[in-house]
């Protein structure tokens, strides 16, 4: 299968859906090692993202995710907001003209979604920060023939699962030193999140 526009605004629909439902965690998550905000700020960021992309018309993939990615920078505060701004914005470069998204092409889009974000936020993978999500979640599908909506799902949630292990060596987390340990990072949830409504939106898209 390909992705198709009425698909990403279903994707970002159901990613709403999960923030919205999970916006009070995520601020908790977030308390605990960071400014407190992240559920608010996503929370608003993606409600923002549906009521532009919902209804709308769209001639391209690379369109409409051009749109998700100026209204992340436009209405996320804080560190996630350049963050996933960025992300959409490589991905919707890297498609750009295209109708629908092939495999092969949104996991390169992913790749320069990656490559974005950690020159954005000067982070690498280890650091405990939503690239902890990001980069097993594209290692897997890099490895994968096409759309697989369980291993998307199953490599998002170990991967987010594991930061719980990791010691915060950047951003408002890192001053917590050690103490960083046994909290799940609110940045890798949200992608979770973000990843685990790909899925569904595929698994209902064939």
């Not at 295209?98 to 954005?120: C, H, N, P």
Request: with cysteine.
């Amino acid at each position: 299968m390909e992705l198709q526009v009425e698909q990403i605004v279903t994707w970002m629909e159901k990613a709403n859906e999960k923030v919205q439902d999970n916006k009070e965690y995520l601020t908790s998550l977030d308390q605990a090692i960071g400014d407190g905000d992240h559920g608010i700020n996503m929370a608003r960021g993606f409600k923002e993202v549906v009521q532009k992309v919902s209804g709308s018309d769209y001639e391209t993939a690379s369109d409409i995710l051009k749109d998700v990615a100026m209204t992340l920078m436009g209405k996320v505060g804080g560190a996630a907001g350049p963050l996933y701004g960025t992300a959409f914005l490589k991905l919707s470069a890297s498609v750009k003209g295209k109708k629908s998204i092939d495999y092969g092409s949104f996991v390169t889009g992913l790749e320069e979604a990656l490559a974005g974000m950690k020159q954005r936020g000067k982070s690498e993978q280890g650091e405990k920060t939503l690239i902890d999500t990001w980069a097993p979640v594209i290692e897997e599908m890099k490895k994968a023939d096409g759309f697989d909506c369980d291993l998307l799902s199953a490599t998002a949630k170990a991967a987010m699962e594991k930061t719980k292990d990791i010691k915060a060596t950047k951003g408002r987390a890192s001053y917590l030193g050690d103490r960083s340990i046994g909290h799940l990072d609110p940045g890798s949830v949200s992608s979770y999140y973000l990843f685990t409504s790909l899925a569904e939106t595929i698994r209902g898209g064939k």
